[in-house]
């Protein structure tokens, strides 16, 4: 005897169906770094971070603008290490325990920047990231265009492409 | 196609706290200080160091050039696999053209220059 299924069946069904539904349009995420320079904070997308460093013995390089501190030796690669605080008009922490340099590849170019702490590395989803005010020359240039919320952090995110396009050009 | 050789002869030497190496093919004369010759701190941009200098007489394509530099300057092979292109964000933005490469050796970084 094949019986009909029950109104209550089809119901079950249903709500299994619509459950992988949702389970299908999970929101996308976007790894960040977030760090601190002068007590504010700021974030990076993951993508575009290689590596983050402790702060190490930056060798001067004679004849660079004063942004760029000089060059390390990372296992065996020399790479140019900007103050990103100085790209952007911050001033640093003192030199602590807790100072970092992110080691970043954008727009072909990679360098390390050296910030005052990083204080989380977390999968954010695309909601979190939303449009910033424009109020800012970096704003203007493209380079701080949204903020990323994070938990209760709410954090400035730099776009390094134009950062680093920038600063090629001596424009920053 | 010539084969790379291993290392390079080179000519090292110091600008305050700054090392320096030029091939020593480029190097015509090592002498003692002279008066009225030009300091190498100068066009590197550097304030000079405190050590004993020397002058260096270098080829470059528009003659031999002298320049006054600290010792120690000694002659030595640099590995060729210790030596780097700039990077390209300190290339982009380098003042000095004399500047061409970088090496980092059991001594920490050497700025490779050449004149031409």
Known sequence: MSASPSILDTIIEQRQLGDKDIAQVDEQTTRMVFFTIGGQIFAIKGAVIREILAYCDIAYMPGC???????????????????????????????????????????????????????????????????????????????????????????????????????????? | ???????LAMVFFRVGDVRFAIEASAVTAMLPMQPDIPAFATVMELTPGSAPRRVLSLRSAGGVQSYVVEEPVETGDLAVQSIHPLPGLLAARLRIPQIRALAWDDQGLTVLVALS
């Open chain 1, 65 to 172: 603008p004063s942004a760029m501190k000089g060059v390390i030796n990372v296992r065996g690669d020399i790479e140019s290490v900007i103050s990103l605080a100085a790209l952007l008009g911050l001033t640093e922490a003192p030199l602590s325990r807790k100072s970092s340099i992110l080691l970043a590849e954008a727009g072909g170019m990679r360098s390390g920047l050296t910030v005052d702490a990083v204080i989380d590395v977390a999968e954010i989803p695309e909601s979190a990231i939303q449009p910033a005010p424009c109020t800012t020359a970096n704003h203007q240039q493209g380079i701080m265009t949204h903020a990323v919320t994070n938990g209760t952090l709410v954090a400035t995110m730099i776009e390094l492409d134009p950062l680093f396009q920038n600063f090629a050009r001596g424009l920053t």
């Open chain 2, 1 to 7: 196609m010539t084969a790379q050789p291993a290392s």
